[in-house]
Each structure stands twice: as structure tokens, then as C-alpha cells.
């Protein structure tokens, strides 16, 4: 072993993690106050439809899956203060008009008939786009600046990835028939295009933006 | 989607029938295959016991589903606030654990049901749990729910525990006493939240306390829960004591289950 004494360098060869990030205190901030919101729309809407969904399996993931949304918008809360934003409910808002208008469309199903439109839209729209705006969130944030987001985001993720296969499944087994396969494909076409109208779930630059290619040849 | 659902509502598939609680709760004849028309303690010597603790154990697994449905609904049902018709952003936290543990616990009791020889809708269903947490006041909800039904749940598994213990059945005290500590959690979350909720107004800390009485009462099954020697189901003072209840609170319980036991035996007795 060397000597306790000897000189070593602060970081160590194998750890390259940069200053720099792609967001401000301000930024960061904004963002994660809107996954707050999110957050909160989709564990209400989980907890209200258990009691609308007839399938037994569907019913108890739902329950799980609830409490998965909440504990996000409790790590999300508690960052806010963090990130310099003493009043947490300022900031925990949706982006834009367009994304209330996906969640109101999302949460709309309501007949125990309609457990594929309820799935579809939470599983096949709504969290493959979290996903992706977390993903790109934590791919771009300063590793060390913004360290304790980061771990709040790949928690947030491990449980977005699982759920998002749980619910696939889900609906992958209550569709039996092309007219099944018809409603599911509708129904994600018109929750997708409201989510791409507000820009995804932290509003535009969700997933950021792509360069102009002028820019990149420059 | 609306809010506040009906119990009518409820979705279900098609092995589950449902019939009314005051029905069955009102009805003197014994029901030996429920178990509710036989007064004794649920021991594993008794020739019925089995069927007792099947019925019980269905009963359990229907009130769990509601408890989920319940817990679930209080996420959806009210807007973010402390008015009487508010929930607290906390307060929404704790009922999508709830709803956590509570579909935990149906998966523990269908597994369960098939241990014990049980199918899904052997037994009816009384959406009772759920619509005593159809109160428009979330403090009402939780009072209801959480402490008196969810309070009725810690004596029902410790008595279920206690008869898994007899009989020598490791699987069903296991289970039974991992759903107890969870039991505790959820009366513990009713307490804490009457208490935080109607600090500064007594007038709904009563309504309340109120609310909870009369669900108490009405779901004592008739007496069945008490602290009677052969009571079915034993009060669990030590357990309600962890959630956060007084002495004094309990023995309020134990009365009125006392109370109960006794209008039941005169309705019997008018019946012939």
C-alpha cells in the first residue's frame, strides 16, 4: 500500500466526470418542477382508476405502480428547496396548456370496458416519454454540480423502464383481436399528438433540441 | 374521469358476486358456512373451523381490494389543499403507499385463498370498506377507513394469525403477521392525519370521532369482534396501542362491540 502521506490526485483515473452541464440552478429546476407535476397527475390518475378497472392482474399493477409515481413526486419536491425554489408549488406546473390537455385526454377513460385506452395512454405514450426526457436530463446535467438530481433520476428510470415493461405486457396480453389492436393503435396516435404538441412531458426541449446543420458544420 | 365513485361502481369480474352489508348484517339466521352465525372462538378444534377461516380469509381478500380501491380514490378524488374537501399533498403520498401495500395484500390473499382451498368468488362480497371511504371529507375517510375498518383489520389478523399459529400452519401466520405490521402502519397514518387535520377545529375533529364511532359499531359484526373469552375475533389492544390509540379509545371499541353482541342476541331472541 503507498504511504498515507503521498500526494494523490483528487480524482481517480478512471472517474472523468466534467463540470460543465447543459442546465442552470434555474433550469434544472424548472424541469424537475414539471416532472413533479406529471408525477402527480399520473399516481392520481393510477390510484383513481384501480377501482374502475375490472381485471384482477391490471387492478393490484396499477396499486403498485401508483405508489412508484408518488415516491417520484416526493423526490421531486424535496428537491425543488434545493435548486433555490423555497415555495415548491411555484414550480410545479405543467409546461405548457398542450400537456394539460394530454393529461386531461389521457385520464378521460374511465368505463371498466376501456382498460386498453387507460393502459395505452399511461404505458405506451406517457412513459416512454418520461423516460426519454429523464434519460436526456441525466445524459446532459453536470455529473457533479447536479449530482443529487442525477440519483433522483436513475432511481425515477429503474422504476419507469420496469413499469413501462409491466404495462406493455399488460396490454400485449388483453389484446386479443384486430378490432383490440385498432383501439389501442388509435388511441396512441391521438394521446401522441397531443404530447408531441406540448413538446413532451418538460415542454420543449424535453429530449433538447436538434442542431441546425449549419451549426454542426460550423 | 369523475370523481367520487360510487360503490355501485366498483369493477369487478364475473366470479364475484356482491350483496348488501345491512342485509346480511341485519340477518339473525346463522350462517354457518360464513362462519357469522357461529359465535365461538375461530380455533382449529372446532368441526368448522375450516370453512370459518376460508370464509374469513375471502373476506379478507375482498376488503383488500376495496381497501386498494379506497386508498386509491382518495389520490384522485380531491384537488390539493387542507379544506375539508382538500387532501394535503402528504396526506396524497401516504394513500398511494397504501395502495402499495394494499394490492400487496390481495396478492398475499389470493396466494392464500389457493393455501387454504379457496376459490375467487366462493364467497360474496359487501362493498362495506368502500363506502365508508366514499366520505366527502378525506379526514372522515380516514377516520372511517383507516381507523375503524382498517382497526377491525388488525384484529382480524391477529385473530388469523393466532388460528394459523394453533393449527400449525406456518404459511398463513407468516402472512398474517407480515399484513398485521402493515395494518398498523395504516391505522398509524389515520391517527397522525385526524390529529394534524383538525388541530385547529374541533367541531371536524368531533364529526369525525364521530364517523369512526358509528363505523365501528356497525362493523363489529354484530359483536363478533371483541374481548369476550369466546369472541371470533379478539381486540387486538396491543396492536391498536402501536397505531396510535388511546386506553381510553379501545375500551370505547370493546363497548361498543359489547353493545352490538347484545342487540344481536335481542333480535334472535324477537325472531324465535
Known amino acids: 500500500m503507498a504511504a498515507p502521506s503521498k500526494p494523490r490526485a483528487a480524482f481517480a483515473p478512471w472517474d472523468r466526470r466534467e463540470l460543465p452541464g447543459a442546465f442552470t440552478v434555474e433550469e434544472s429546476a424548472a424541469r424537475v418542477g414539471h416532472y413533479k407535476w406529471i408525477e402527480m397527475r399520473l399516481f392520481e390518475a393510477l390510484g383513481g382508476w384501480v377501482a374502475t378497472v375490472p381485471e384482477l392482474d391490471v387492478k393490484m399493477r396499477l396499486g403498485t405502480h401508483c405508489y412508484h409515481h408518488a415516491w417520484h413526486a416526493e423526490l421531486w419536491h424535496k428537491r425543488l428547496p434545493e435548486l433555490r425554489e423555497m415555495n415548491p408549488d411555484r414550480l410545479a406546473v405543467p409546461p405548457n396548456a398542450e400537456l394539460e390537455a394530454f393529461v386531461d385526454a389521457m385520464t378521460e377513460p374511465e368505463a371498466p370496458e376501456l382498460t386498453i385506452e387507460k393502459l395505452v395512454g399511461v404505458y405506451r405514450v406517457l412513459i416512454p416519454h418520461k423516460i426519454a426526457a429523464y434519460t436526456y436530463h441525466l445524459n446532459n446535467t453536470s455529473t457533479i454540480t447536479d449530482a443529487p438530481t442525477i440519483r433522483s433520476l436513475r432511481f425515477a428510470l429503474q422504476d419507469e423502464l420496469d413499469d413501462w415493461r409491466d404495462g406493455e405486457m399488460l396490454i400485449q396480453s388483453l389484446i386479443e383481436s384486430a378490432d383490440d389492436v385498432d383501439r389501442a393503435i388509435a388511441h396512441q396516435a391521438k394521446l401522441e399528438k397531443l404530447m408531441v404538441a406540448a413538446g413532451g412531458i418538460a415542454g420543449d426541449g424535453s429530449i433538447g433540441s436538434q442542431p441546425q446543420l449549419d451549426e454542426v458544420s460550423a | ?272
Open chain 2, 1 to 272: 374521469m369523475k370523481r367520487n365513485l360510487p360503490a355501485a361502481e366498483l369493477a369487478r369480474d364475473s366470479r364475484f358476486s356482491r350483496v348488501d352489508f345491512m342485509e346480511r348484517a341485519r340477518d339473525p339466521r346463522p350462517m354457518p358456512s360464513e362462519g357469522r352465525g357461529d359465535r365461538a372462538a375461530l380455533t382449529p378444534d372446532r368441526t368448522n373451523a375450516p370453512e370459518r377461516a376460508r370464509g374469513l380469509m375471502h373476506g379478507i381478500f375482498t376488503g383488500e381490494i376495496q381497501a386498494l380501491e379506497g386508498a386509491g380514490r382518495t389520490c384522485w378524488d380531491f384537488p390539493l389543499g387542507t379544506g375539508s374537501d382538500e387532501a394535503p399533498f402528504e396526506l396524497k403520498l401516504d394513500m398511494a403507499r397504501q395502495c402499495w401495500d394494499e394490492a400487496r395484500h390481495c396478492e398475499i390473499s389470493v396466494k392464500l385463498g389457493d393455501w387454504m382451498g379457496t376459490e375467487i368468488g366462493e364467497f360474496a362480497e359487501s362493498p362495506f370498506l368502500y363506502e365508508a371511504a366514499c366520505n366527502p371529507d378525506p379526514v372522515l375517510r380516514l377516520t372511517g377507513v383507516n381507523r375503524a375498518l382498517e382497526g377491525l383489520a388488525i384484529d382480524v389478523f391477529n385473530t388469523m394469525r393466532e388460528f394459523g399459529r394453533l393449527s400449525g400452519d406456518p404459511v398463513l401466520t407468516f402472512c398474517e403477521d407480515w399484513m398485521l405490521a402493515d395494518e398498523v402502519t395504516h391505522v398509524k397514518m389515520g391517527s397522525d392525519w385526524l390529529r394534524r387535520l383538525t388541530a385547529d377545529d374541533p367541531d371536524r375533529r368531533a364529526r369525525a370521532l364521530e364517523f369512526q364511532r358509528v363505523v365501528d359499531k356497525l362493523f363489529s359484526l354484530g359483536g363478533v369482534r371483541g374481548e369476550d373469552e369466546d369472541s371470533p375475533i379478539k381486540l387486538a389492544r396491543r396492536f391498536r396501542e402501536l397505531a396510535g390509540f388511546a386506553d381510553e379509545e379501545i375500551d370505547e371499541i370493546a363497548e361498543l362491540s359489547h353493545q352490538a353482541r347484545e342487540e344481536l342476541r335481542a333480535r334472535r331472541a324477537a325472531v324465535g
